[in-house]
């Protein structure tokens, strides 16, 4: 019982240095990452060699599967383009368990000791995160040396001996036991390196050639899943990727035999043939689908056909759940959300004057059922922000993911300001046939024209963090204030000149305006967070006393 836990624990070793690695990796160089896929889809042959260099890095075609899927799911890549980066993304993580074969642990203790002292001495910086990736080698070549002990041991137990035997007798009760372990594993990776060490002491080079191919299709397999919950534009790669898998495994399982008569002369190290023979499926693969991107592409839009006639409105476009797994995508995914909740808001907002100034019921009934959108795409990116993992943001998308908390708040509470303004208009102005006077009405115009534009460079200054846009924001604020009390003080001379129409829509002017002077303030609220990173917000508006003033 004990060699058996050695043994779980070995690869649970494994599965967990593989995700340090890619943590860590997609931590340094995310950004780099995603713009080497997004610029390389020239054709199809640099897209299969930008996804075998992702991948080598990365040490994850599923990692691979999820960033490309998120991008033909953003409309960035066409599914061509995208399957293309598949093929070359296996072909990746099959090069990357060629390495790991190799005898390689001397490394190990090495690339700990320096893991573990760059991470702790520099936490939270990109040289930190390099040491994560350090740590995640060094216990991936630590568990390679694990498991090669705890089989050597468990070999010699009758019982699992019988076990095996049965398993070497089903080809597709191989490939079955391959794909479960992959998905279990979150790593095809980690399961090729398993049955290396196994076909060197256990279970003899043909099962472990069958366990092989079921690794390969559980890794397509668990794409599929991940995905299962997104937008049929994402789940498309993933579907595109397991059909070149499961093709591939049914040529490969025919000319295993042929394989191994040509490789056995040449080499004779039961590990190494089983890694080399993973290498040369996804070589094959690669070879024979990399002209069939296209009909492919086809085939999947015809299983998973695009629905068309969804309203904009009707759900988070943006939100992709495979992105998850990739934090700094995912914030990316959230800040589009956020814009897709202040376009919605603007919409409400310009909407108000043209209420004002035709009376129409029914558009005001339509823009506050638009409160409701606001809300739900609120409540739809807090929840998605609390499903990013914290401790993988850098400290400049730690920063962000609170401004982009801090920005849907804004908007949320705008939304319902817009509401509330909409409600008075409806019942103090349209149900009553009451008017505004025509300087009232004037400086109601005017107000609303200045609070848009400064809808439009607070959105700006969120989308692109210019400070110098940030500074003018809260100019704006200020001077928003003065027109407040200048225009409610201008009121208060209509009333004293007797004004009919300002008399009787007194009550609702005052209001209107100070809610337009709340709502501009949580446009300005938007800066606060730039200015305060960039270190040149005071501390506080209060100035201070003179010496000799009264406290009382």
């Known amino acids: 019982m004990k060699h058996l836990l050695d043994l779980l624990a070995a690869i649970a070793l494994l599965v967990w240095g593989t995700h340090l690695v890619r943590t860590g990796v997609l931590r340094v160089f995310g950004s780099n990452l995603r713009q080497m896929l997004a610029t390389s889809m020239g054709n199809r042959f640099t897209a299969a060699l930008s996804g075998l260099g992702v991948t080598a890095l990365v040490q994850s075609s599923t990692a691979t599967a999820l960033i490309t899927a998120s991008f033909v799911g953003r409309g960035l890549i066409a599914l061509p383009a995208a399957l293309a980066v598949m093929l070359g993304a296996d072909i990746g993580t099959s090069l990357m368990a060629v390495v790991f074969s190799l005898d390689l642990s001397w490394l190990s203790p090495l690339f700990i000791?320096?893991?573990?002292?760059?991470?702790?001495?520099?936490?939270?910086?990109?040289?930190?995160?390099?040491?994560?990736?350090l740590i995640g080698l060094g216990l991936m070549l630590l568990a390679l040396q694990l498991i090669s002990g705890a089989t050597s041991v468990?070999?010699?137990?009758?019982?699992?001996?019988?076990?095996?035997?049965?398993?070497?007798?089903?080809?597709?009760?191989?490939?079955?036991?391959?794909?479960?372990?992959?998905?279990?594993?979150?790593?095809?990776?980690?399961?090729?390196?398993?049955?290396?060490?196994?076909?060197?002491?256990?279970?003899g080079l043909d099962v472990a050639l069958g366990i092989v191919l079921g690794?390969?299709?559980?890794?397509?397999?668990?794409?599929?899943?991940?995905?299962?919950?997104?937008?049929?534009?994402?789940?498309?790669?993933?579907?595109?990727?397991?059909?070149?898998?499961?093709?591939?495994?049914?040529?490969?399982?025919?000319?295993?035999?042929?394989?191994?008569?040509?490789?056995?002369?040449?080499?004779?190290?039961p590990a190494t043939l089983t890694v080399l023979f993973h290498l040369s499926f996804n070589i094959m693969v690669g070879l024979v689908f990399i002209g069939l991107t296209r009909p492919v592409a086809g085939l999947v839009n015809r299983l998973l056909p695009l629905k068309e006639g969804k309203g904009p409105l009707d759900r988070p476009n943006h939100l992709d759940p495979s992105a998850l797994a990739t934090p700094s995508?995912?914030?990316?995914?959230?800040?589009?959300?956020?814009?897709?909740?202040?376009?919605?808001?603007?919409?409400?907002?310009?909407?108000?004057?043209?209420?004002?100034?035709?009376?129409?019921?029914?558009?005001?009934?339509?823009?506050?059922?638009?409160?409701?959108?606001?809300?739900?795409?609120?409540?739809?990116?807090?929840?998605?922000?609390?499903?990013?993992?914290?401790?993988?943001l850098s400290e400049s998308e730690g920063r962000r993911w609170t401004d982009i908390i801090s920005f849907t708040i804004n908007m949320?509470?705008?939304?319902?300001?817009?509401?509330?303004?909409?409600?008075?208009?409806?019942?103090?102005?349209?149900?009553k046939g009451r008017d505004f006077s025509e300087a009232g009405m004037a400086e109601i115009v005017e107000l609303h024209a200045r609070l848009i534009d400064n809808l439009r460079l607070g959105m700006s200054v969120f989308?692109?963090?210019?400070?110098?846009?940030?500074?003018?924001?809260?100019?704006?604020?200020?001077?928003?204030?003065?027109?407040?009390?200048?225009?409610?003080?201008?009121?208060?001379?209509?009333?004293?000149?007797?004004?009919?129409?300002?008399?009787?829509?007194?009550?609702?002017?005052?209001?209107?305006?100070?809610d337009l002077k709340r709502i501009n303030s949580h446009i300005c609220s938007i800066a606060y967070p730039i200015l305060d990173n960039a270190g040149v917000l005071a501390p506080s508006r209060l100035r201070e006393p003179p010496p000799n003033a009264s406290r009382f």
């Open 113 to 133: 000791f320096l893991g573990v002292t760059l991470f702790i001495s520099r936490q939270g910086t990109p040289v930190g995160d390099f040491g994560r990736v």
């Open 412 to 431: 949320e509470q705008i939304g319902d300001t817009v509401e509330r303004v909409l409600l008075d208009v409806e019942e103090k102005k349209i149900r």
């Open 154 to 203: 468990l070999t010699r137990n009758p019982a699992v001996q019988l076990m095996l035997e049965s398993l070497s007798s089903d080809r597709l009760l191989e490939i079955l036991v391959g794909a479960a372990l992959a998905v279990l594993a979150y790593s095809s990776l980690a399961v090729v390196l398993l049955a290396a060490a196994l076909a060197l002491q256990v279970v």
């Open 329 to 392: 995508l995912a914030i990316s995914c959230a800040a589009r959300e956020a814009m897709h909740q202040a376009d919605v808001v603007e919409t409400m907002l310009r909407g108000v004057v043209t209420v004002i100034r035709t009376n129409d019921l029914k558009l005001a009934q339509d823009l506050r059922k638009l409160d409701d959108t606001v809300d739900s795409l609120y409540s739809a990116i807090k929840y998605y922000l609390t499903k990013i993992s914290r401790q993988q």
């Open 463 to 514: 989308l692109n963090g210019n400070v110098r846009d940030a500074q003018r924001l809260v100019e704006e604020k200020v001077r928003f204030r003065d027109m407040e009390r200048e225009y409610a003080a201008t009121h208060l001379d209509r009333l004293s000149d007797m004004s009919p129409q300002s008399i009787d829509t007194s009550a609702l002017h005052l209001d209107l305006i100070s």
């Open 215 to 269: 690794a390969n299709l559980g890794s397509g397999l668990l794409a599929v899943i991940t995905t299962a919950r997104s937008g049929i534009s994402t789940r498309q790669v993933p579907l595109g990727n397991l059909l070149f898998k499961v093709l591939g495994v049914a040529i490969a399982i025919g000319l295993i035999p042929l394989w191994l008569r040509a490789m056995e002369p040449l080499v004779q190290d």
